[in-house]
């Protein structure tokens, strides 16, 4: 009603279901059909429990490598014992020069979708909300990696792979 359109319900010659979309302006089907497509994403986050997560390596450009490493003896939490970290190449820039650096405009976009996302799965929620945007050290869980990593060296490409994938990061405060 708010999108002044016509939603029909029908079965495919295949056996699903489709939504046909109806209007007396393509601007308003348009917007409709973002609209069904939001409310669908949060139907399956909401089913999936699934919470997206936009991990950034801010110093990529010092390194090829990512070794899995022991924690230090200053961490506070040892539950979870390896810990990332990226291996300097003389090929690539000097070790720490990220910090004088802008954040990557491919970041940047990453960020913004990231927050999108987030933002659409709790639009149509009544509540409060936080959001926390979290920097410092990372520790693989153990519940998903074994210490028999430990040493390990992957591609920064297959670690960023990886953690976005099968192997997701615990966040734990300290």
């Known amino acids: 009603m708010q999108d002044k359109v016509w939603l029909t319900l029908q079965q495919s010659d295949f056996g ?3 939504i046909e979309i109806a209007g007396h302006q393509s601007i308003e089907v348009a917007l409709a059909k973002e609209h069904l497509h939001t409310l669908l994403d949060q139907v399956r986050i909401d089913a999936s429990g699934i919470q997206d997560a936009y991990n950034v390596i801010l110093d990529e450009r010092e390194g090829i490598d990512v070794e899995l490493q022991q924690d ?5 939490n040892h539950n979870d014992r390896l810990v990332p970290r990226l291996l300097p190449s003389h090929m690539m820039d000097e070790p720490g020069s990220f910090r004088q650096e802008f954040v ?6 990453g960020i913004q979708n990231a927050v999108k ?8 929620k009544k509540g409060s909300y936080d959001f ?3 920097l410092g050290c990372l520790a693989l869980s153990s519940k998903n990696v074994s210490d028999e990593k430990l040493g390990e060296t992957f591609s920064k490409d297959t670690f960023l792979k990886d953690i976005n994938g099968p192997i997701a990061l615990d966040v734990k405060k300290w």
């Open 16 to 18: 699903t279901w489709q």
């Open 72 to 76: 230090e003896p200053w961490w506070p």
């Open 104 to 109: 990557a405009e491919k970041h940047l976009t």
């Open 117 to 124: 996302q987030g933002l659409d799965g709790v639009r149509h």
């Open 132 to 134: 926390v945007v979290r």
